[in-house]
Nanobody, 122 residues
């Protein structure tokens, strides 16, 4: 069982930046960030497999968000810049030993953190 703990959420004004971090209890090949708004389904934001195989799941975050990981420390980061109100939501860190096919699909991930809230005010 892999344990994940997120940190770094909060409230920020539109145009600002937030960095999310996630610490894992052990290494897994793939990790990712997912966002949930209210009771909607969790949607992929960005995932990374190995050290540098990144996938940005929605066009709206490309060029604004950067996912990275430090495999030596089992940490995952998401740098979010130029934030918009539509970026608001609960952000979850997720991990899985490996992913075949769509790495942005939440159902492919086995382990989840508790989530951290990001609220962007306009």
């Amino acid at each position: 069982q892999v344990r994940l703990e997120e940190s770094g959420g909060g409230s920020v004004q539109a145009g600002g930046s937030v960095k999310l971090s996630c610490v894992a209890s052990e290494y897994t090949i793939c990790m990712g960030w997912f966002r949930q708004v209210g009771t909607n389904e969790r949607e992929g934001v960005a995932t990374i497999c190995y050290d540098d195989a990144t996938m940005y799941c929605t066009g709206s975050v490309k060029g604004r968000f950067t996912i990275s990981r430090n495999s030596d420390e089992d940490t995952l980061n998401l740098q979010m810049n130029s934030l918009k109100s539509e970026d608001s939501g609960m952000y979850f860190c997720a991990a899985v030993e490996r992913v075949e096919g769509d790495s942005c699909a939440a159902e492919k991930f086995s382990y989840w953190g508790q989530g951290t809230q990001v609220t962007v005010s306009s």
